[in-house]
């Protein structure tokens, strides 16, 4: 069984950033894409962005497009999310996920079988 733990969460201004990490424990998510989910008080929660098992593949949504970064290091079991230019709208609980994928990946429709807690985010006006 795979578990996430998520850190890096905060308090940020607009047009800040931050670096969200996910770690991977309990076995190996070196053949597992890895990704990120968010969700707004009151919102359903939305894909953010997706990393393939090898990085050669990288998704996201297009209200992040431009803006955030994800990567891993796999030698680690670690995924990041790189975010800059952060909004208001930004805010939400960042939830770090993992499974197999078909790609091209339809971010929506994932629903991947691991999920960490979740880190908050929270981007002052």
């Known amino acids: 069984q795979v578990r996430l733990v998520e850190s890096g969460g905060g308090l940020v201004q607009a047009g800040g950033s931050l670096r969200l990490s996910c770690v991977a424990s309990g076995r190996s998510v070196s053949t597992y894409a890895m990704g990120w989910f968010r969700q707004a008080p009151g919102k359903k929660r939305e894909f953010v962005a997706a990393?393939?098992?090898?990085?050669?593949?990288?998704y996201y949504a297009d209200s992040v497009k431009g803006r955030f970064t994800i990567s891993r290091d796999s030698a680690k079991n670690t995924v990041f999310l790189s975010m800059d230019s952060l909004k208001p709208e930004d805010t939400a609980v960042y939830y770090c996920?993992?499974?197999?994928?078909?790609?091209?990946?339809?971010?929506?429709?994932?629903?991947?079988?691991?999920w960490g807690q979740g880190t908050q985010v929270t981007v002052s006006s």
């Open positions: 990393i393939n098992s090898d990085s050669t593949n990288t």
């Open positions: 996920a993992s499974d197999f994928i078909f790609e091209p990946l339809d971010g929506p429709t994932w629903a991947p079988y691991n």
